[in-house]
């Protein structure tokens, strides 16, 4: 009986949560897709468009870090379902606006509303599914985003053909608005919500002290959080650069046309789509295979490979791309290069998650998704500081470097104490 009660609420909250962050992203995206049609009515130029999306980026860095944080001290059914509920009313709010300043102001909102999807998302699926199934149901839960960023363009794009930009973004609110009532009904906490045991061994065997929850100065001090809080700053960082000025290297250096970037973009995508997928099912066989310890982590082997993945195909892209190289082998390296860097993003997120005291498993990936977008950050004016005073080669030469670093690093510790917190002298 209990276990068909597990697979029906895993199943209903599963799908509740893929379908709500799916919507999430779609509504964060809803400006760029009908940018066009925006510029037609309204007159704007790059400065005013830089504007708008920049105070989504802030605020959404800003607000998935404290969401992260709150998803620990409140129901993250909750916040998920007030996060969705306020992106949709914002997406409504800009379609009734004509100024820069009120699209700024309502898009920062926006970012804000943005930032209450994964962290209770990666909350609930740590409460509902097993260590050996996280990973995976973490990248599937991920390729939402995918879903919803490959298939909103056309869709906008059709919806075009017989609507204004205007409706259609109130269209995507009022939905967006409505399936957070449905998200609030039927997204569970933890199974003790529905009078199922916990899955976590924690909550099962106890300990003979009664508590086995961290403190928060216990958790902060694990070197192991800021050991993949550096490690994701890092192939943040290399990711960002390759996706961000991939493109404009391969036409301004090596020769290429504006198809071919652009198909490079959309091999890398499609090897990070795969990639997530394989970072999960891979992982979570090692970790059936061998259990989560105190030391090492089973998903410690493949983060280790796939990052190898990430150096090699880096360097292969610097170094074996001409004019004359045929089209193919680029767009080999693209997939090659997109299957190794969107693995590890998914892998830091689950390991920093199961890693992490139950208490503070939501803090914990808030921590490191905040230095991911440190390395965002450098992998901007930083890096194209690089490129414009030496060359993109040398900037390229640069991420090589230290993605190698990186991977000498995570090979050195990979034996470390991994759980962080307190830990429990039987355990120990």
Not at 200 to 206: S, V, Y
Request: net charge neutral; charged share 10%.
């Amino acid at each position: 009986m209990a276990a068909t009660g597990y697979g029906y609420y895993r199943l209903v909250i599963f799908l509740c949560m893929f379908t709500g962050y799916s919507l999430y992203f779609f509504n964060r995206k809803t400006f760029a897709f009908v940018m066009p049609s925006v510029m037609e009515e309204i007159e704007l130029d790059k400065e005013d468009l830089g504007l708008i999306t920049s105070s989504q980026t802030m605020a959404y860095a800003i607000s998935k870090f404290i969401s992260g944080v709150l998803s620990d001290q409140i129901s993250a059914r909750w916040l998920f379902s007030i996060g969705l509920f306020l992106v949709g009313a914002i997406n409504v709010a800009f379609s009734w606006s004509s100024t820069v300043g009120m699209f700024s102001l309502l898009w920062f909102f926006n970012g804000l509303g943005q930032g209450c999807g994964w962290p209770p998302c990666g909350k609930v699926l740590r409460k509902w599914f097993e260590p050996s199934q996280f990973g995976t149901w973490w990248s599937v839960l991920s390729c939402s985003m995918n879903l919803a960023g490959s298939l909103g363009p056309i869709l906008a794009t059709v919806l075009l053909q017989y609507y204004d930009w205007r409706t259609i973004l109130s269209m995507s609110g009022i939905i967006c608005a409505a399936f957070s009532f449905v998200c609030l009904v039927f997204v569970k906490n933890e199974p003790k919500d529905v009078g199922l045991p916990s899955i976590e061994p924690a909550a099962k065997k106890g300990t003979k002290g009664g508590n086995n929850e961290s403190t928060l100065s216990e958790f902060l001090l694990s070197p192991f959080l800021w050991v993949l809080s550096l490690g994701y700053l890092v192939v943040f960082g290399v990711k960002t650069a390759a996706t961000d000025w991939g493109q404009l290297f391969l036409m301004q250096e090596k020769g290429q046309t504006v198809l071919m970037g652009s198909s490079y973009m959309s091999a890398l995508e499609m090897g990070g789509l795969l990639g997530s997928l394989a970072s999960g099912l891979l992982s979570d066989r090692a970790v059936a295979r061998q259990g989560l310890g105190t030391h090492g982590n089973p998903r410690h082997g493949l983060l280790l490979l796939m990052m190898s993945g990430m150096y090699v195909s880096m360097y292969l892209f610097r170094v074996t791309v001409t004019p004359e190289v045929p089209e193919i082998w680029i767009l080999f390296l693209g997939a090659m290069f997109g299957f190794s860097s969107y693995g590890p993003i998914a892998l830091f997120g689950v390991i920093a998650s199961e890693s992490a005291p139950s208490n503070f498993c939501g803090t914990s990936h808030a921590v490191v998704a905040l230095m991911a977008n440190v390395g965002a950050f450098l992998a901007g004016l930083p890096f194209s500081t690089i490129a414009k005073r030496h060359s993109w080669d040398m900037a390229f030469w640069v991420a090589e470097v230290t993605m190698a670093v990186a991977i000498i690093g995570f090979f050195l510790v990979r034996n470390m104490r991994t759980k962080m917190g307190r830990i429990a002298e039987k355990m120990d």
